[in-house]
């Protein structure tokens, strides 16, 4: 069978070739001109190699040639651990195309589809199907060529309250592999693997990313062969075991996505914000104001003081309340109560009523914690069933922050949580629920058998029974900060808390790459306590102010505590937050190189390129008195911008005598004498940023 698609969308285009009976991807780049028919892929036959040309395509099957990793790996009893699956059908149009590969002596059958939008951005999916006797599938990958202008990758580690640390490295022979296997993304997790070439920076240059969607165990691969040829890819991460497929049985791989820009990394992460933000599912309202009880209160639910707080909030502008942890059970600390989500009388006495009643009174939305995947030993859910939590043979995994799982995939486990969730959601006014996941998945037993992949589907069928039964709930995934963030649970919530540290200095750079695939509006960023409960550190009012409007802004810090200019410099900062986030959650986000590593200079431009918001950010102090220019990208060439300082925030600190004259008398000058000629930097002192307005005249 001979057959091609072209897919071509948002300035890429993909070249698929059935090569005899292979389905082989020949191209993933930007758009070009002429037939791809008319152009020569096969090449040379070295020395020491197989006589002839070999075209492993999409499966990379030893069968074909292939020497390094496969796309599938599994067997029937040992056998059938060997494939060459032929392409028997292939359909396409200039967007989508869908395959059909067939292996018959192996018994195994796999569609491939895959959709290309008008952002650039290609979805695959994969589905195998058993058609013989059982068969144990390990892992089933998707690859994607990698061009040879690639030659470096990207992504991201870290740890609890450390999220999103960038690691770019060369690509060399050898595979380089990113995996989780915490039984949920984590805070290692990069959220997709970029490739990129050599110049690539924010602005301009080569950039390909994947990332799998998905929220349990996964992996990303890049690879480069001996022969040169290399490779992106990623896949679930499968426990032994966990897909045995019965006749007619099938496996779907969670769903891969993968973009291109020749627009640098902003290019690459505007495409995915576009593509994100025309889902069906993305949020619509504008993105609340929010209060988060934890650092003002911890387990301290105190009814007096929070309404005091409450009082102080609606005063301020704030528009959603969410009660944080403590107001279940026996939960007055985090060793015991986790599991019995029922309103603590102890805490609660005339129930929740009380507070929701009185925030909604207030003209604010009431949210509330949630951790439903978890229990306490110290707790009546496990005294009366120890029998419910994920385990291998009755061993009790170990302890992770006093906490065990919950089997969701034991049937009445699942209907405890839903149950008692929803019953709280339907007695009281609650329009919202931060949902956390505080451990990992260790010895994830189900009835003996591996119980990530259904823990994980668990939960998103109820996030999805939850918004069903609660028509409106927003649900923000938590998990010890940001350790679950992917694209896989990104349709069922509404927000995602960035990281548990809340200091504005390391807040900058774990913003700076989440935005990197999830676009702003997504993105919890709280002004907490000063010094941070974290770090200890003593930063500026108006630098954690400044830090916090780009993303769905909020407060996090016992607001009773305030003196009364401190609450009017809040009052300013949420009036501006009101005012510009039409544009902060909807623009084309920038980020310039500006040539030091001791600045950051970024902003977010509305799609009309009328009006832009920036933030020059003196992260720690540098050697030469003055800094580089700041310089704008993203704006009209030929238009006329009125400059100005943003001062709601507050006032920026700053180590100079006088400061360029601009500052204070604002300038208007074009869009390319911004970009090309610049704006003298002011000398700020370090930890201090400086807002500015760029507005069309
Ligand atoms: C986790 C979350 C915090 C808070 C606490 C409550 O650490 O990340 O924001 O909700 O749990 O126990």
Not at 317 to 339: A, K, M, Y
Request: with cysteine; net charge negative.
């Amino acid at each position: 069978m001979s057959a091609t698609a072209h897919l071509s969308n948002g300035g890429v285009d993909i070249f698929i070739e059935v090569v005899d009976g292979a389905l082989v991807f020949r191209y993933w780049g930007p758009k070009v001109s002429g037939d791809f028919a008319e152009i020569p892929f096969g090449r040379s036959v070295a020395h020491s190699d197989f006589d002839q040309v070999q075209n492993p395509g999409f499966m990379r099957e030893h069968s074909r040639g292939w020497l390094g990793y496969p796309t599938i790996s599994g067997h029937r009893n040992g056998k059938d651990w060997s494939t060459k699956f032929q392409v028997t059908k292939l359909d396409s149009t200039s967007h989508n195309f869908v395959a059909t590969l067939l292996d018959e002596v192996a018994q195994l059958e796999i569609k491939l589809s895959g959709a290309l939008d008008s952002f650039g951005v290609l979805k695959l999916r994969s589905n195998l199907t058993n058609k013989g006797a059982d068969y144990t599938l390990n892992e089933l990958f998707y690859w994607l060529p990698l061009s040879d202008k690639a030659t470096e990758t990207l992504d991201f580690a870290g740890r609890w309250s450390n999220e999103r640390n960038p690691q770019r490295k060369e690509i060399s022979i050898g595979r380089w592999v990113r995996d989780s296997h915490e039984g949920r993304t984590g805070h290692n997790y990069t959220i997709g693997q970029i490739a990129l070439s050599p110049n690539t920076n924010f602005a301009s240059g080569d950039a390909w990313a994947v990332s799998l969607a998905w929220s349990g165990d996964v992996q990303y691969c890049v690879e480069k062969n001996y022969e040169g040829v290399q490779s992106i890819g990623a896949a679930e991460v499968l426990l032994p075991g966990e897909v045995i497929l019965k006749t007619g049985e099938s496996y779907e791989a969670p769903e891969f996505f993968a973009w291109y820009s020749n627009a640098g990394l902003d290019g690459l992460a505007n495409s995915l914000h576009s593509h994100l933000r025309a889902r069906e599912t993305h949020p619509k309202k504008p993105r609340p104001l929010t209060l988060n009880m934890w650092e003002a209160v911890y387990f301290d639910h105190n009814e007096e003081k929070i309404r005091q707080l409450v009082d102080i909030a609606a005063e301020i502008g704030v528009e959603r309340v969410v009660l944080d942890d403590g107001w279940f059970g026996s939960r007055r600390d985090d060793r015991r109560g986790l599991g019995d989500w029922v309103v603590s009388k102890e805490v609660w006495p005339q129930g929740l009523g009380a507070i929701t009643d009185y925030v909604i009174g207030k003209g604010m939305e009431f949210g509330l914690w949630f951790e439903g995947e978890m229990v306490n030993p110290d707790s009546d859910l496990y005294r009366n069933h120890p029998d419910w939590i994920l385990n291998v043979a009755g061993r009790v995994p170990p302890a992770w922050r006093h906490e065990l799982v919950l089997d969701l995939n034991n049937p009445a486990a699942y209907a405890h949580v839903l149950q008692q969730t929803s019953d709280i959601l339907s007695t009281y006014k609650i329009s919202y629920i931060k949902w956390d996941h505080n451990r990992v998945l260790i010895d994830a037993g189900t009835s003996g058998f591996p119980g990530v992949q259904k823990q994980t589907k668990a939960l998103y069928r109820l996030f999805a029974e939850l918004k069903q039964r609660h028509p409106g709930l927003e649900i923000e995934s938590c998990a010890s900060g940001g350790a679950r963030i992917d694209l896989g649970i990104i349709d069922l919530v509404d927000r995602f808390w960035t990281s548990d540290n809340n200091d504005a200095l390391e807040r900058q750079r774990m913003q700076r790459w989440s935005m990197q695939f999830i676009p702003p509006e997504l993105l919890g960023t709280h002004i907490g306590s000063n010094p941070g409960h974290q770090t200890g550190r003593d930063l500026s009012l108006a630098f954690r102010a400044a830090t916090a409007l780009f993303g769905h802004a909020g407060l996090e810090r016992d607001l009773t505590a305030l003196s009364k200019s401190e609450l009017a410099a809040l009052k300013s900062w949420i009036t501006l937050y009101k005012n510009q986030r039409a544009l902060l959650h909807n623009g084309t986000m920038v980020r310039m190189d500006y040539p030091d590593q001791n600045h950051y200079l970024y902003g977010v431009v509305d799609k009309d390129k009328k009006a832009a918001i920036f933030s020059y950010v003196q992260l720690s102090p540098i050697v030469a008195s003055h800094a580089p220019k700041l310089r704008f990208r993203g704006l009209k060439a030929n238009a006329t911008y009125k400059v100005k300082v943003i001062s709601e925030a507050g006032e920026t600190g700053f180590m100079a005598i006088s400061n360029p004259g601009w500052l204070a008398e604002g300038a208007k000058l074009s869009g390319d004498a911004l970009q090309e000629v610049g704006l003298p930097a002011p000398i700020l002192r370090p930890e201090n940023a400086l807002l500015i307005s760029l507005t069309e005249i």
